[in-house]
């Protein structure tokens, strides 16, 4: 275990540093949703039957989620290029705990959103967006939010590693924004035909978003629904359980593995 | 150091018909490696023969379907860990991290390898200065030249000192001085008593650089031997070149009766060639011969086999050497 920590750590330590040498994926997913917030704050907002300023509060937290479930793309996208430039390979045959690679990844990742999530939060703050509830709630729905990263990394660590090659990764990295749409994380699902509004309140996304607007007070957990929207904060955390539970061992197999080809 | 004994010398890879399946490609049928101690063996092997598939089974990469190995006397499926606690691994395709910088990359391997604080920045800087790389230590090594990065991925396996070093073609694409700095390397490990195990496509280098030599082709152990066995197998190389395409099949006959072996052809050039173990063959004789059947002789000549005459005969591939 101190072997996984120690080796962990270091690889931690690689990933915060390849990321200062490149930072334009980190760029661009924490700056696209600040974008969102502002055109869909004040042009889509003003369509809505909600009056702007609460639509803004209703938006912040949903592009929180919406933020954190491109963990996917970004988990597929770094674990793909390490499988496919060969620096895995060297890992493989190095004497460290196997784990630590995509461990250390995942880590880097809960760093770098963490931080990356102050602009989008100030931004926030100055279109009106505010914490309505208790600093513990709010501290709760941090935590929460750095959780679901963490699972969704999980995801896309284990589809970047099964990936044929970087481009391939990239492709169905970029079809993950759909994900975010399917919820309620940018409209209530309220209105939504019977059948899709199922769908969308059993996305992993919605009880997350529905979770933050409460423990932020933005919004009160809906009064009927599906069961994770409507026990936002028991359903997030079980959603987070079942996502680790299955993505985190897999992705962990797969890179012991080490199916990558040669070329 | 002892590892698996075998007779009275002990071995630092032996294997014993692994095999490797890709689905229906069939990469290793039965591959038996013995690389002694302290050794440096040559893997040789056109495109294709599955080099890279023995190397990546040998350091863990993959695990094979069939076959046993002890790489450093440690068993490779039961006991992983302790082979990659020997081994140091240049594969074919570059293994460093392109994001990090060349000190970077080599620092982290140095934490990876259990080298904490100043001991191992002072390795990575000795490594650096090595290869060559102090000047561009700084810079992303994805802008690194291709034989610049060779040089890194080979200090990278150089962090500690392994018993046993697996080099996967490592000077394919290397310019005449990168190639001479490995090659001086590989020298300077051997006799520093590290084993080592290259493959390679030249076979300039298996005869500079190898004392045993293993050929490879389709997957199996075609020949096993050094460089001036496997030549002395084949005997020597005799070639002759007609006047006119018609009397090729005139000179062949002759030569199929001299040596006993089949001639092979290189029609653009109009020449004939054979090899041949009998002392008796010398280029006098070898002109009479031809010239008494009415041979018209352009030109004729017998030399010792380079390596690339053994590997086209023993791999079975008929096409004359130029
Ligand atoms: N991951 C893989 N999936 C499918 N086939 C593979 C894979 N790796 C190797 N092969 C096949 O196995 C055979 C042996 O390949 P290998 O790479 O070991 O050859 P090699 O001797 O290293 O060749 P080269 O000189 O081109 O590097 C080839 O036919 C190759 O196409
Ligand atoms: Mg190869």
Not at chain 2, 132 to 146: K, N, V, W
Request: charged letters at 20%; proline letters at 6%; a neutral charge.
């Amino acid at each position: 275990m101190s072997t996984l920590a120690y080796d962990g750590t270091a690889m931690l330590g690689r990933q915060l540093r390849r990321i200062r040498h490149n930072p334009g994926l980190l760029i661009l997913t924490q700056t696209m949703p600040i974008t969102m917030l502002l055109f869909f704050g004040y042009v889509f907002g003003s369509a809505l039957a909600m009056p702007g300023e609460e639509y803004r509060a209703f938006l912040v937290p949903g592009l929180l989620v919406a933020t954190a479930a491109n963990g996917i793309m970004t988990g597929m996208f770094q674990a793909a290029q390490d499988s496919h430039r060969g620096v895995t390979d060297r890992f493989r045959t190095l004497p460290m705990s196997r784990a630590a690679v995509p461990l250390g990844q995942a880590a880097a990742d809960l760093v770098v959103t963490a931080a990356g999530t102050v602009p989008l939060l100030l931004v926030g703050l100055a279109v009106g967006w505010r914490i309505e509830g208790s600093a513990l709630e709010a501290a709760g729905a941090v935590g929460l939010l750095l959780l679901f990263r963490f699972a969704t990394t999980w995801i896309g660590i284990l589809l970047g590693l099964a990936s044929r090659s970087e481009e391939a990764a990239g492709q169905l990295g970029g079809a993950t924004f759909i994900l975010p749409l399917l919820s309620n994380a940018y409209i209530p699902t309220d209105n939504l035909p019977g059948w899709l509004r199922t769908a969308a309140e059993w996305n992993p996304i919605s009880a997350v978003t529905t979770a933050l607007r409460d423990l932020f007070g933005n919004a009160p957990v809906p009064a009927d629904g599906a069961w994770p929207v409507t026990h936002p904060v028991a359903g997030s955390l079980a959603w987070c359980a079942v996502l680790i539970a299955v993505f985190l061992p897999l992705a962990v197999r797969r890179y012991a593995l080490g199916a990558s080809p040669t070329r | 150091m002892r590892y698996g004994r075998h007779m009275t010398t002990t071995y630092a890879v032996l294997s014993e018909g692994l095999e490797k399946r890709f689905g229906e490609v069939r990469a290793l049928q039965g591959l038996d490696l013995a690389v002694a101690e302290g050794r440096v063996c040559g893997v040789l092997g056109p495109n294709g023969a599955g080099k890279t598939t023995a190397v990546r089974l040998l350091t863990t990469l993959l695990r094979p379907d069939a076959g046993s190995a002890r790489v450093a006397g440690h068993d490779l499926v039961r006991e992983p860990a302790a082979v990659r606690g020997a081994i140091g691994v240049t594969g074919q395709y570059a293994s460093v991290d392109g994001d990090l910088t060349g000190r970077e990359n080599l620092r982290l391997f140095a934490k990876l390898h259990r080298m904490r604080g100043p001991t191992g920045r002072t390795r990575a800087d000795e490594l650096l200065d090595r290869f060559g790389l102090t000047e561009a230590a700084d810079r992303p090594t994805s802008t690194y030249s291709g034989g610049m990065r060779r040089r890194l991925d080979l200090a990278a396996s150089l962090v500690t000192r392994p018993a046993v070093l697996f080099l996967d073609e490592p000077t394919t694409g290397l310019d005449p001085h990168s190639r001479n700095q490995i090659w001086e390397t590989v020298r300077a490990l051997k006799s520093e008593g590290t084993t080592v195990l290259l493959t390679t496509q030249y076979l300039e280098e298996a005869d500079q650089l190898a004392d045993d030599i293993v050929l490879v082709d389709h997957g199996r152990t075609a020949h096993t031997g050094s460089p001036a066995e496997l030549k002395a197998l084949i005997g020597s190389c005799a070639e002759v070149v007609v006047a006119h395409p018609d009397a090729m099949s005139g000179a062949a006959a002759v030569l199929d009766q001299l040596t006993g072996s089949e001639p092979a052809f290189d029609e653009e050039r109009r020449a004939v060639g054979v090899v041949t173990t009998d002392p008796t063959l010398t280029l006098p004789r070898l002109v009479r011969e031809l010239d008494a059947a009415g041979v018209p002789l352009l030109d004729a000549s017998l030399r010792p086999p380079t390596l690339e005459d053994v590997f086209l005969r023993l791999t079975d591939r008929k096409e004359l050497v130029t």
